[in-house]
T-cell receptor, first 115, second 114 residues
Framework: AQSVSQHNHHVILSEAASLELGCNYSYGGTVNLFWYVQYPGQHLQLLLKYFSGDPLVKGIKGFEAEFIKSKFSFNLRKPSVQWSDTAEYFCAVNARSGNTGKLIFGQGTTLQVKP | DSGVTQTPKHLITATGQRVTLRCSPRSGDLSVYWYQQSLDQGLQFLIQYYNGEERAKGNILERFSAQQFPDLHSELNLSSLELGDSALYFC?????????????FGPGTRLTVL
């Protein structure tokens, strides 16, 4: 069965600090990978996605993620965080083998950015 | 605004009761997904429909059922409610329901079971 692990449950950073959130997945086949963000009181929004090609993907709001197949990882990065990045971040995977887009989510990482 | 709508926004009910959550997908999307977000279980996939037919099933309890109607809106029915069913229920939609689709999430329905 697929599973997703996000190592950091709660991260506190000061503005302008760099961010890296870890995500590892467990699945033997080919996957699609996603990062979603949930701002306080809002719905999940897609930050970025990886389906194939260049393993370094760029998303909205200056976020990027790198897919490292050998490590089953898809870490999220941002060089300089802002107070408005305070939110919960979810990594998710979808197995390409089935004819379904169902997502398996990690537990989420709460990011708190101090002004 | 993702274009996915969910009603109601909040629902408070008692144990043993039955509730219905409603979701309208984005215009043009044929597939609807339901997810449950709770403190102890995180975000879990419940069920997916594509053009009225069930396509995939996840950790959905037997007390829960869903359907997708001809106009593509979907309803999630929760019965014999227990305290542990208190959670945020999200609906998402996508164009084809396949593996290369992007899902767009609704604002969620917060269910509180007292």
């Amino acid at each position: 069965a697929q599973s997703v692990s996000q190592h950091n449950h709660h991260v506190i950073l000061s503005e302008a600090a760099s961010l890296e959130l870890g995500c590892n997945y467990s699945y033997g086949g080919t996957v699609n990978l996603f990062w979603y963000v949930q701002y306080p009181g809002q719905h999940l929004q897609l930050l970025l996605k990886y389906f194939s090609g260049d393993p370094l993907v760029k998303g909205i709001k200056g976020f990027e993620a790198e897919f490292i197949k050998s490590k089953f990882s898809f870490n999220l990065r941002k060089p300089s965080v802002q107070w408005s990045d305070t939110a919960e971040y979810f990594c998710a995977v979808n197995a390409r083998s089935g004819n379904t887009g169902k997502l398996i989510f990690g537990q989420g990482t709460t990011l708190q950015v101090k002004p | 605004d993702s274009g996915v709508t969910q009603t109601p926004k909040h629902l408070i009910t008692a144990t043993g009761q039955r509730v219905t959550l409603r979701c309208s997908p984005r215009s043009g999307d044929l597939s609807v997904y339901w997810y449950q977000q709770s403190l102890d279980q995180g975000l879990q996939f419940l069920i997916q429909y594509y053009n009225g037919e069930e396509r995939a099933k996840g950790n959905i309890l037997e007390r829960f059922s869903a359907q997708q109607f001809p106009d593509l809106h979907s309803e999630l029915n929760l019965s014999s409610l227990e305290l542990g069913d208190s959670a945020l229920y999200f609906c998402a939609s996508s164009r084809t329901g396949g593996t290369v689709d992007t899902q767009y999430f609704g604002p969620g329905t917060r269910l509180t079971v007292l």
